[in-house]
């Protein structure tokens, strides 16, 4: 990363390896963004680490002109003022970068923002562009469901338009599978069960270009892991990447989209040697994603990223070709940690470069079916996707995690997140 360049605002709504990563190397050129309607989600811990940085609040309630007014006068005080903008989180995507196009920062506008999260837009924009998708459809309520099942069969994928982690996405076999679900909550879209293999793909964009793709492999699907199976995302630098121009396929959606910057992930399917679009997010990608590719390349990954949100052109000089993933470690109800497993015996397991928990013995924790429930991850790496697999099971027969019913959660501990500690998703 380069040292030199503008300072920069970055949205700070839950704890991750990147915002540490950007904590400890810009602290002289970072201002954090924090709303104060999520303070629950931000742990003591990751407040004491980020104490050292100038922190605006967003205030709930208020309306967002007046706070972004109240930032300008408050920005204006700093002894570096930022020019660039950062927003890492998914859910606050709209908010933040309307807040950034009020106080003058870089942004997307409203239409790039309803391309990047509202998954029927984006799905018709990925059509416009000439790839191809699953058969889609917003509905309102179960007969329109079944509407769509009579034309295109089951199973199929029911999900809110604006959801990611697999939060509230369902694969459906049959009507039955609509019960309990309120279809008149929110903004729901089925689309067609796709089969062949589903892969993911990051990249960072400079300038409107495509700097490279970094593929990764899933074990397990995300619907499938929401319901149990393991969790984890592979980077594969090794000559086992899809038969796929992915770095042309991204550059069509970026320009298309008219992206000028920023770190980009998709899902899509090869089925039957066909490319199918899946999603695309214009922000990190979840989980540890983005420290496999830098596992898995060797070069310094949150680096290139923080370069390309501060307006700088990274140097992307890989040292390695090997696959690398991450494991997400199982959190497997709600309650107080009576035991788990040591960050040093995961250590020991073959292949594992890293291991992180999250939660501790006495600590009251809260499980919830999206994709990145956890209880900590490890970084496994190989010379293959198989040999990195294999090493991930034996993770998963080493780690042990017991946890005692409790009657109560502190109301400061969010879904997944234990006492004293925070979410790295």
């Known amino acids: 990363m380069s040292s030199d360049g503008p300072a920069l605002l970055m949205v700070d709504d839950r704890p991750s390896s990147f915002t540490r990563y950007a904590a400890h190397t810009l602290p002289d050129d970072l201002v954090l963004l924090r709303f104060a309607e999520f303070r629950q989600d931000l742990s003591e811990d990751h407040l004491h680490r980020t104490a050292h940085l100038p922190a605006f609040w967003v205030r709930e309630g208020v309306p967002l002109a007046e706070e972004a007014a109240r930032y300008q006068a408050w920005a204006a005080g700093l002894p570096v003022r930022p020019t660039r903008f950062c927003n890492p989180s998914e859910p606050r995507q709209a908010v933040a970068q309307r807040f950034a196009a009020l106080v003058g920062l870089p942004h997307l506008t409203e239409r790039q923002v309803a391309w990047v999260r509202d998954k029927t837009e984006m799905k018709y924009r990925f059509r416009e562009l000439g790839l191809k998708t699953a058969e889609f459809t917003r509905v309102r309520g179960a007969q329109e469901v079944e509407w769509f099942a009579e034309e295109h069969g089951w199973p199929l994928v029911l999900k809110p338009v604006d959801s990611f982690a697999c939060v509230d996405t369902y694969r459906l076999t049959g009507p039955a599978d609509l019960a309990g679900i309120d279809l008149g909550a929110r903004d729901w879209m089925v689309e067609q069960f796709l089969g062949g293999?589903?892969?993911?793909?990051?990249?960072?964009?400079?300038?409107?270009?495509?700097?490279?793709?970094?593929?990764?492999?899933?074990?397990c699907r995300p619907l499938d892991i929401v319901d149990g199976a393991m969790n984890?995302?592979?980077?594969?630098?090794t000559d086992e990447a899809p038969p796929v121009d992915l770095r042309a396929m991204l550059q069509r959606?970026?320009?298309?989209?008219?992206?000028?910057?920023?770190?980009?992930h998709m899902?899509?399917?090869?089925?039957?040697?066909?490319?199918?679009?899946?999603e695309i997010g214009v922000r990190l990608a979840g989980c540890e994603i983005p420290a496999n590719h830098g596992h898995a390349y060797g070069f310094d990954v949150f680096g290139a990223t923080l370069d390309v949100y501060r307006g700088l052109r990274p140097d992307l000089h890989y040292r390695e070709r090997r696959c690398a993933g991450d494991l997400l470690l199982p959190l497997p109800g709600s309650g107080t940690v009576h035991r788990i497993t040591p960050e040093e015996e995961l250590l020991r397991v073959?292949?594992?470069?890293?291991?992180?928990?999250?939660?501790?013995?006495?600590?009251?924790?809260?499980?919830?079916?999206?994709?990145?429930?956890?209880?900590?991850y490890v970084h496994v790496v190989g010379a293959s996707?198989?040999?990195?697999?294999?090493?991930?099971?034996?993770?998963?027969?080493?780690?042990?995690?017991?946890?005692?019913?409790?009657t109560s959660v502190s109301p400061a501990t969010g879904p997944g997140q234990a006492t004293g500690r925070g979410p790295d998703r």
Do not use: Q
């Not at 959606?253 to 980009?264: L, Q």
């Open 197 to 219: 293999t589903e892969w993911e793909v990051c990249t960072v964009i400079h300038r409107g270009e495509v700097l490279d793709a970094w593929p990764s492999a899933m074990p």
């Open 232 to 237: 984890a995302n592979i980077s594969v630098g």
């Open 253 to 264: 959606i970026v320009t298309g989209m008219d992206i000028d910057h920023g770190y980009a």
């Open 267 to 278: 899902e899509f399917f090869l089925v039957d040697g066909e490319v199918y679009a899946g």
């Open 350 to 376: 073959p292949g594992v470069v890293d291991a992180v928990l999250k939660v501790g013995v006495g600590d009251s924790v809260s499980a919830r079916r999206a994709s990145h429930n956890a209880s900590g």
């Open 385 to 406: 996707i198989g040999e990195v697999e294999t090493r991930m099971r034996e993770v998963l027969d080493t780690f042990t995690i017991e946890l005692a019913p409790v």
